[in-house]
């Protein structure tokens, strides 16, 4: 069995499954695109990566079921995704998916890429198998987020034989922003902005995986040592502690609001489907005390 692991000096903060993210608006429902700055398709151009499926957005008029009986059930489901294409207005879902406003209509509702790179740029770098129309349905993607690096495993979908291949990487200083995107399904996208400008827009598991991959990114990383808390606050993880198996990472988070969110985290613990994930979490105020949740705390 290979499970990829960090260097000896290098600590492990995020390891969570991503993939290139999907349309939800109505015009690009399951489609994605890849642009160079003039808005031009490079997948045709990008190296090693094998041929997958050609999108083109659907007009306002444009059923999503092409095909469907003319009586009965068949024309009864095609009428009703009619109403609901209609009460989707110009392409934005509106109510009916719950996406709210899209905050980039001309890249989640218009078009959809999910990478943007001019020629030579770092996103064009990013590998094939994140990409879900193109990878095989037995592999999966995990995003590696450390201290130093952040990478991009290739693994099968396999608890007991994973087989680990790092298929990417570059340093944490090459990337500019990570953002947390609204207008999406279940509320999994987020953007990476690298310092030459490239961007690629990915999707976690769950929000979970979002959020993990996105905190891990801020910069400066957020982390705070336990002397740092309060003594209300060292009680409190000391009771989160009691019951969970020895041997997992505690990782405290100062968040934006003041909250503290901490994390326990066993790295033995890899699942295929989404990662390693959360043993046990909290997020606490000064005192130790649950928290109020405020947008950016988990």
Not at 32 to 46: K, S
Not at 135 to 151: F, G, N, Q, S, Y
Not at 178 to 198: A, M, N
Not at 238 to 247: A, F, T, Y
Request: aromatic share 8%.
């Amino acid at each position: 069995m290979t499970i990829w692991q960090p260097d000896p000096d290098e600590t492990l903060i995020a390891r969570r499954a991503v993939t290139f993210a999907t349309g939800a608006a109505t015009p690009v429902s399951g489609m994605r695109w890849f642009r160079d700055t003039e808005r031009r398709d490079i997948q045709g151009d990008l190296p090693g990566w094998p041929e997958g499926p050609h999108y083109a957005v659907r007009g306002k008029g444009e059923s999503r079921l092409r095909k469907g009986g003319k009586f009965g059930a068949g024309l009864l489901l095609v009428a009703t995704l009619g109403v609901l294409e209609s009460l989707a207005g110009s392409g934005s879902t509106g109510n009916v998916a719950r996406l709210g406003t899209p905050e980039e209509p001309e890249n989640e509702v218009e078009d959809f890429p999910v990478l943007w790179a001019a020629p030579g740029t770092l996103a064009r770098t990013l590998p094939w198998q994140l990409d879900p129309a193109r990878r095989p349905d037995a592999e999966r993607t995990h995003m590696i987020v450390t201290d130093r690096r952040v990478l991009v495993l290739g693994l099968l979908d396999d608890k007991d034989d994973p087989n680990d291949q790092v298929l990417w990487e570059t340093e944490r200083s090459s990337i500019a922003s990570t953002k947390r995107k609204k207008f999406s399904k279940s509320g999994k996208d987020f953007t990476i902005t690298f310092v030459d400008g490239s961007w690629c827009r990915l999707a976690g598991w769950n929000t979970g995986c979002r959020g993990d991959v996105t905190r891990a990114l801020e910069n400066p990383l957020p982390l705070m040592d336990p002397d740092e808390l309060t003594p209300g606050q060292q009680q409190a993880v000391r009771k989160l502690l009691q019951d969970k198996e020895p041997g997992g990472r505690l990782l405290i988070y100062r968040r934006p609001s003041g909250n503290v969110f901490v994390t326990y985290r066993l790295n033995d613990r890899m699942n295929p489907t989404y990662g390693i994930g959360s043993a046990a979490f909290k997020l606490m105020d000064s005192t130790g005390e649950n928290a109020k949740f405020q947008e950016g705390d988990i």
